[in-house]
């Protein structure tokens, strides 16, 4: 066995420990089961290294930003696995889940798919297909936002991979089978032993069954785009169309079919699930929904969004900054050593699981003062600066970033801005925001109540 050394972050007495808890045989499996956010977010007081078990196996949640920044930015130590072992199931040999050389080659060809130009001709779409969705909506009506945004952005997500997007029929389907198969991985994930997974049990056959049909849809629309080629401005045609430097060798129908079902999932759950905790910070935090009214009015005039509108709506992105820390999507992430090797004054054994929490990250009063406190201003001048490097890791870092993050963060603040323009959203007395840990951060039924806003000319001009 070899064994390396890691680059650590400044030089530093660090503290490690082990967590509280551990039962016999489980170990602190049925914590992550039952309360995983509680958990996690509970560890980093006790180190900045905290090794957890995991059945019989030993694994280290990695607490402090430079010990993160330490597994991030060293892939070839700390390679992808854990959670995304289970994720392959879903999303084949993709970009998100491939390892070493794989994922660089892949990387590399992909990249050029999310230049700025093409992030903006991707949001072209954006503020009209949010105005045809939110058009239905009717003063008084409730509805459930969580279930709305899902619906909005498997559509925009679908017109983003395919121009003319799903029929809904399919829509629904698909977005039905990516939220089943999305809570089955986090599950599978935890199992200790991966039995239970095995099983026939109902909810097994209902997760295979689902993750077969979403892939079977996405086939079905790559088979379709090589019959009737688009005019090469969807994510889908640049797909197709990219070439291996070394070879000239286009992306088979199966590596495309892995990327594409990858930006369905990570373009519509994440980006749903975000704007549904958006809405309901707002609606529980009038003062910072009108400051933001007050901005996207001055700065749209009435006028559908635009990307070139982003810059000016600052703190509109504060708003979205600081629902992504208190809601991460990726609110937990795994890393495997591929050497024995040290990290946080620990020698850690090669094959051995690390893991990291944005979620525990980003609720953490050493980094963040009153961490539960929504407070975009967090994000604004001075005080941005005043956030510890590394601190913020909503879509991780490193070469293993989110290579869509950019597109993400457009597409949410169009959609944003599009929505505040016409309409509030007013909680439902009594509703709990409960956020449901699956393979991303979901919230789970929100009721809110619709009230139509006009454009205020005095505010407008403020």
């Given at each position: ?10 030089e530093r007495?660090?503290?490690?420990a ?15 089961w ?6 996690l977010?509970?560890?980093p ?30 892939p ?15 999303l ?7 390892r ?10 992909i990249q ?12 072209d ?12 909506w009717r ?15 498997m ?10 997007g799903l029929?809904?029929r399919?829509?629904d389907e698909?977005r039905?089978?990516l939220r089943?198969?999305s ?7 935890v199992?200790?032993?991966?039995i ?11 997760y295979?069954r ?6 079977e ?14 005019d090469g ?7 197709l ?5 070394d ?18 999932v ?10 549904a905790f958006?809405f309901h910070?707002?609606?529980?935090h009038?003062?910072?929904e009108e400051?933001m009214h007050?901005e996207?009015d ?13 810059p ?20 937990l ?13 620990r020698?850690?054994?090669?094959d ?13 009063p ?9 407070d975009?201003?967090r ?11 590394g601190?913020?890791?909503?879509f ?12 993400a963060?457009?597409?949410t ?5 599009t ?21 991303t951060?979901?919230p ?8 139509p806003?006009?454009?205020n ?6």
């Amino acid at each position: 066995m070899t064994r390396s050394r890691t680059a650590e972050a400044p030089e530093r007495a660090w503290t490690v420990a082990t967590a509280p808890g551990a039962l016999p045989l489980l170990g602190h499996t049925l914590a992550l089961w039952k309360d995983p956010l509680g958990f996690l977010a509970s560890l980093p007081a006790h180190g900045d290294l905290v090794e957890l078990r995991l059945g019989p196996k030993r694994a280290y949640l990695a607490c402090a930003p430079e010990l993160v920044r330490t597994v991030l930015l060293n892939p070839r130590r700390f390679d992808k696995g854990g959670v995304f072992d289970k994720a392959r199931q879903l999303l084949g040999n993709s970009l998100s889940v491939s390892r070493g050389d794989d994922h660089r080659q892949q990387r590399r060809l992909i990249q050029p798919a999310f230049q700025p130009s093409r992030i903006a001709e991707y949001t072209d779409s954006v503020a009209a297909d949010t105005t045809r969705a939110i058009s239905a909506w009717r003063a008084g009506r409730t509805l459930d936002v969580s279930d709305a945004m899902h619906v909005l952005l498997m559509r925009v997500a679908a017109r983003t991979l395919f121009s003319t997007g799903l029929d809904e029929r399919t829509t629904d389907e698909a977005r039905e089978c990516l939220r089943t198969v999305s809570q089955g991985i986090y599950k599978r994930t935890v199992a200790p032993l991966g039995i239970m997974e095995k099983l026939p049990t109902p909810g097994n056959r209902l997760y295979d069954r689902s993750n077969r049909r979403l892939r079977e849809i996405v086939e079905e629309m790559i088979t379709q785009r090589r019959e009737q080629p688009a005019d090469g401005t969807d994510l889908l045609s640049i797909l197709l169309g990219v070439e291996r430097p070394d070879t000239g060798e286009r992306l088979t129908d199966a590596e495309v079919l892995d990327q594409v079902v990858t930006f369905l999932v990570a373009g519509s759950e994440t980006t749903a699930s975000t704007l549904a905790f958006v809405f309901h910070l707002l609606g529980r935090h009038p003062g910072a929904e009108e400051r933001m009214h007050i901005e996207i009015d001055r700065v749209l005039e009435g006028r559908p969004a635009t990307f070139d509108d982003l810059p000016r709506l600052e703190y509109t992105r504060g708003v979205i900054t600081e629902a992504l820390r208190l809601y991460p999507p990726s609110w937990l992430s795994t890393r495997v050593t591929s050497d024995e090797t040290r990290i946080g004054d620990r020698d850690i054994p090669a094959d051995t699981m690390i893991m990291y929490s944005s979620y525990a990250l980003h609720h953490d009063p050493r980094l963040f003062p009153d961490p539960e406190r929504f407070d975009p201003e967090r994000w604004l001048g001075d005080r941005a600066a005043e956030v510890p490097r590394g601190a913020l890791l909503p879509f991780g870092a490193g070469s293993h970033k989110c290579i869509g993050d950019v597109l993400a963060l457009a597409e949410t603040a169009l959609i944003v801005a599009t929505i505040a323009g016409r309409w509030r959203l007013r909680p439902v007395p009594g509703t709990e925001l409960r956020p449901l840990p699956k393979a991303t951060l979901e919230p789970g039924p929100l009721p809110m109540v619709c009230e139509p806003r006009q454009r205020n000319s005095e505010d407008a001009t403020a």
